[in-house]
């Protein structure tokens, strides 16, 4: 327990698993403009492929690992007011700019200058006004349909197999499907 | 070692690669991936220098605190390690304008310099209104099966797919 305290402490591990996560994110192609604009053309599937393979990998084993107790889980809290016009805002801004908050930082070690003197400078000044307006926001729109931090499983009240399951293979088969449709 | 020198590997080595990181993150630091908070407290910070206190008691400063912290230093490794990937692979080199971006609007770097500020703009507000991003909400949030973050990562698609078809059709 105190040992797991301490390494939940160490901001180090951030770094080393940064690394990784960066190191993969170029080996994906993920760092490139022209990579995202294909998938939100769709045109090319590139995205979507790591994305789903990462989740249904890593929900399997951190489900795996929570039925151990090894982990906790932390799930974000939302509502509909919070996650449907901030999700679309974010797509809007995904497109136009060609880069999310993860895969610009990888675009900026790939040298890519647009994502480092724009693209930077337009995320920090996004996430300033959202600041600023936060105080006016919270208890109105942030607060609508508001279904905490519930998880699928406990939204239905099932064992947390019961939709892992069914999740892995529908992912599966849709990663099956675009790989027979040449996509 | 030849496969780290590789430009591309496939996007399912790549996926599961990230899927297992994601089990070492939540085993050693007991977080998940995730990148964009860091963003709004180095904006924070630069209030904090601008502005100088009081900055830190703003209710949103308040709630996600200014400690750049463990992901602070994941954002760091993540520039790192896409520079050391790049370099390894020969795939590394300064650019201003993407390929696909010059072909449909032109090659001037002012005109992509500001648009991608505008997008970030959009990103950085999007991402703390919906409280989270690609990574923490696409991938970590995803994996958990939270509900808040299937229905955000739907929504960065729907958005995503019709502000890119609507920026290339003004192409022509």
């Excluded at chain 1, 900026?108 to 996430?127: E, F, K, R, S």
């Excluded at chain 2, 690669?17 to 995730?34: M, R």
Aim: hydrophobic fraction near 50%.
């Amino acid at each position: 327990m105190t040992r797991k305290q301490v390494q939940q402490r160490s901001p180090a591990w951030g770094l080393l698993i940064g690394l990784i996560f960066g190191f993969l994110l170029h080996k994906g192609g993920a760092t490139k403009y022209d990579v995202i604009l294909g998938q939100l053309l769709l045109e090319d599937f590139t995205v979507l492929k790591i994305m789903l393979s990462a989740v249904v990998t890593g929900m399997i084993g951190i489900y795996f690992m929570k039925g151990r107790g090894w982990v906790t889980l932390s799930p974000k809290a939302g509502s509909l007011g919070m996650n449907i016009p901030g999700g679309l805002l974010f797509g809007v801004g995904f497109a136009v700019l060609g880069y999310c908050p993860g895969t610009i930082a990888g675009a900026i070690g790939n040298g890519y200058l647009d994502a480092l003197v724009g693209g930077l400078a337009g995320i920090i000044i996004g996430t300033a006004l959202f600041a600023a307006l936060y105080p006016r926001l919270q208890k109105g729109i942030l607060q609508k349909g508001d279904f905490g931090d519930r998880t699928l499983p406990k939204l239905l009240r099932v064992n947390d197999w019961a939709v892992v399951a069914p999740v892995s293979l529908l992912i599966v088969l849709l990663l099956a499907w675009l790989e027979s449709a040449g996509l | 070692m030849d496969f780290l020198m590789e430009v591309r590997w496939s996007p399912y080595t790549v996926g599961i690669g990230l899927g297992v990181l994601s089990w070492f993150s939540f085993l050693v630091s007991g977080k998940p991936l995730a990148c964009s908070t860091t963003f709004a407290r180095l904006g924070g910070r630069i209030l904090q220098a601008l502005q100088g206190q009081g900055v830190e008691d703003r209710p949103y400063y308040q709630k996600i605190g200014l400690a750049l912290g463990w992901q602070g230093l994941l954002v760091l490794g993540v520039v790192l390690g896409a520079f050391v990937s790049a370099l390894l692979s020969g795939d590394f080199h300064w650019q201003w304008v993407p390929t696909r971006w010059a072909l449909a609007f032109g090659d001037s770097p002012l005109r992509r310099v500001v648009v991608a500020l505008v997008g970030g703009i959009f990103l950085g507000f999007g991402a703390r209104w919906a409280g989270g991003c690609t990574s923490g909400h696409g991938i970590s949030g995803t994996l958990q099966l939270a509900v808040s973050s299937w229905i955000s990562a739907i929504c960065f698609f729907i958005g995503g797919i019709l502000a890119a078809f609507g920026l290339f059709a003004l192409a022509g």
